[in-house]
């Protein structure tokens, strides 16, 4: 609680005698207006207790403040008449006052109330205990007139309502901040401006400023606004984590506060907005029309003098660094107390922020600030007494980067692929059909001319069955006609013979092409029963699943024959990327004497089912086009080819992993190349 002087209690003179009760409504608004007033705790209650007695009209009263575990008398009106200044009466008083305090509780005691004990009370005394927080600072007693025509309880009722004026008076004191001579005030701005030169960064110093700038200064709210081109932009307001630049408070804060920057000059509205400049008038208006706010001080921070140099007399009139860098808006609302020591605290932070917040937006206008920043850091780690371990280093990783660059090493482009023998072939379906019978399994070894699946076709053989049918008529007919012919009468008109003749004739061409599409017909009927074009192995898998009575059409794959004892290759997919050093490295391979063409590249390889044995081959043919592999990369399709005697697990379509020798490059590339190709292609360079 706010303390008192240690002054000895003093006697209040009463403002008038016993004249009646004043309308309870006058009684509120003079304490209350006494609670905003400038007084001391001493006068505050002094007064108080002049205004209770008089505006209640009773005999007099006390107020009793707490020290600690014991209260003393502040003051008190009529105290003597009463008989609590006698010593068995006074005791009685202090016990009640101590139960009062404790409890917090108010209490009514008569003359009378006392049985059996005569502690010497001549008015009736009512106990109102003055709440301060979660306690009690103080009891306020009021000695009442034995024929007051009020009851007690009335009575008692509007002392505790008065009090409660008593205890705002108290938490408004508290909250006050001090004078500005005081030490306390001088502790809190040296705290204020430590907390702002802890950082450079602007929007932290705006934060700072605000939040804690106003309980320095002690007002209800503190913006931040700073000059932006030709207009203002508010950068932080106390109790607001972020800003809604779209309100009207704000939008009207900003316009505002950019007519002070423009001036130069602060400004102090307390309520009268005629005396201002029409310019300055209607965005006044409109901010306090937004903000509801009562009094409204703008304050402009100013970037600290140049100092002058030796041959100058004056400071330069369009000095740059002397221009308003931004406003401070402290703001009062209805329900503040005026106080006059407000624009000096105002004006004394203000003083302090201006050279702060220039160094910091100046700070937040260099160019790549965070990364000098971190260069800087790592600068003055490297020196003092980590020199010798950074020479170290840096003579380290220089060597490093020479071996890298001179030392040649192997350059290898790795792809992946499959083993396949060198002999296969497909076997595809002659003509449209339905399998009837699959004479082969999956792994099963065949010979040249095997059978391996029979096929049907209704269509072919109704069509074969029908030019049977027609060969046979017509053979007929040539049969029939030949006999007419020579059962030929001798002296039969000659338009008849030749009319037979011709008959003759056409039967038999009819008959031969007949005979040939009978002979294409079997042909046809023939190949749907399929024969191995070469030996090996089935290497189809579950082919009765995949081909057992199923249509299939003219040139779809039924299955493929491997020839596993015959040479085996290698067929990998090179990444499109890496293409360039494979035909580089071709090109660099020496043409023998004779003229022949030049050997493969050299090439390593594993299998996945023998990976840890390496092989060796070497590359035997390059595609001439790129393909897409199952993994959607643009890939090219090379062949390797290996000696077939050297691998004892072969088996078809196991998977490799082969490295081919494109040559010498640079420790460096061997190790980067990846990097370097990826910014080569991306730069063009």
């Known amino acids: 609680m706010p303390s008192s002087t240690d002054a000895p209690a003093t006697p209040v003179n009463r403002l008038s005698s016993h004249q009646g009760r004043v309308p309870t409504e006058r009684l509120a608004r003079e304490i209350e207006n006494l609670a905003a007033s400038e007084a001391t705790i001493d006068g505050f209650f002094r007064e108080f207790l002049n205004h209770l007695v008089d505006g209640l009209d009773v005999h007099g009263g006390a107020v009793w403040l707490g020290k600690g575990d014991r209260l003393d008398l502040l003051c008190h009106v009529r105290l003597e008449d009463t008989g609590l200044t006698d010593r068995a009466a006074g005791t009685f008083n202090q016990s009640r006052l101590t139960n009062v305090l404790q409890t917090g509780e108010s209490s009514v005691h008569q003359p009378t109330e006392q049985a059996g004990q005569d502690v010497g009370l001549r008015n009736p005394v009512l106990t109102v205990p003055v709440r301060y927080k979660q306690g009690c600072a103080g009891v306020v007693e009021v000695f009442d007139h034995p024929d007051n025509p009020h009851t007690a309880m009335e009575t008692l009722a509007l002392v505790e309502e008065m009090c409660g004026y008593a205890s705002r008076y108290l938490e408004q004191q508290e909250a006050r901040p001090p004078a500005i001579d005081s030490p306390d005030f001088s502790r809190s701005l040296r705290q204020l401006t430590l907390g702002l030169q802890r950082t450079l960064v602007t929007s932290d110093v705006a934060r700072t400023a605000v939040n804690d700038g106003r309980l320095v200064i002690g007002c209800d709210r503190l913006s931040l606004v700073v000059r932006q081109g030709s207009g203002a932009r508010t950068l932080a307001i106390s109790g607001q984590e972020r800003i809604n630049r779209r309100s009207n408070v704000v939008r009207s804060l900003n316009a505002l506060a950019a007519r002070v ?43 600290p003098a140049v100092p002058l140099r030796p041959d100058q007399t004056t400071a330069p009139a369009n000095d740059s660094r002397n221009r308003v860098r931004g406003v401070l808006i402290v703001e009062q609302f209805a329900g503040s107390l005026p106080d006059p020591e407000l624009r000096p605290r105002a004006e004394l932070v203000a003083e302090h922020l201006g050279p702060v917040l220039a160094h910091s937006l100046a700070n937040g206008r260099i160019f790549l600030r965070s990364l000098w920043l971190t260069l800087g850091e790592s600068l003055a780690w490297l020196f003092g007494r980590r020199l010798w371990a950074t020479l170290a280093v840096i003579t380290a990783l220089i060597g490093g980067g020479v071996a890298l660059a001179v030392t040649p090493w192997t350059y290898r482009v790795e792809a992946q692929g499959k083993l396949m023998p060198v002999l296969r072939r497909q076997v595809f379906a002659p003509s449209d059909g339905s399998v009837l019978n699959i004479h082969v399994k999956s792994g099963d070894r065949v010979e ?32 029939s006609t030949k006999a007419e012919l020579e059962a030929l009468d001798p002296g039969a008109a000659p338009d008849q013979e030749i009319q037979l003749h011709g008959k003759h004739q056409q039967t038999q061409a009819e008959i031969e092409g007949i005979d040939q599409q009978l002979q294409l017909l079997e042909e046809e009927t023939a190949g749907l029963t399929i024969h191995a074009a070469q030996a090996g192995t089935v290497t189809t898998f579950h082919l009765d699943q995949l081909l057992s009575n ?47 063409a030049p050997a493969g590249l050299p090439v390593e390889f594993v299998m996945a089912t023998a990976p840890e044995t390496s092989y060796t081959g070497q590359v035997w043919e390059m595609s001439t086009r790129t393909a897409i592999s199952q993994q959607q990369e643009t890939v090219v399709p090379v062949i390797i080819s ?44």
């Open 261 to 303: 920057l423009a001036t130069g000059e602060p400004l102090v509205c307390t309520g009268a907005v005629d005396e201002f400049a029409p310019q300055i008038q209607q965005p006044l208006v409109e901010f306090l029309q937004a903000s509801g706010a009562r009094r409204v001080m703008l304050l402009p921070l100013c970037q």
């Open 448 to 479: 040249i001319g095997q059978v391996l699946i029979t096929l049907k076709n209704d269509e072919l053989q109704q069509q074969l069955q029908q030019a049977q049918n027609s060969l046979n008529e017509k053979r007929q007919q040539l049969a």
């Open 550 to 596: 199923r249509p299939v059409r003219r040139g779809e794959l039924l299955l493929e024959i491997m020839d596993e004892s015959g040479p085996w290759q290698l067929e990998v997919d090179v990444p499109e990327r890496r293409m360039g050093h494979l035909l580089r490295a071709s090109q660099r391979q020496p043409v023998p004497a004779n003229g022949d």
């Open 642 to 685: 290996t000696e077939t005697a050297a691998l004892p697990q072969r088996r078809i379509g196991a998977e490799v992993r082969a490295r081919v020798d494109c040559g010498q490059h640079s420790l460096g590339y061997v190790l980067f190349g990846d990097a370097v190709d990826l910014v080569r292609r991306w730069l063009w360079l």
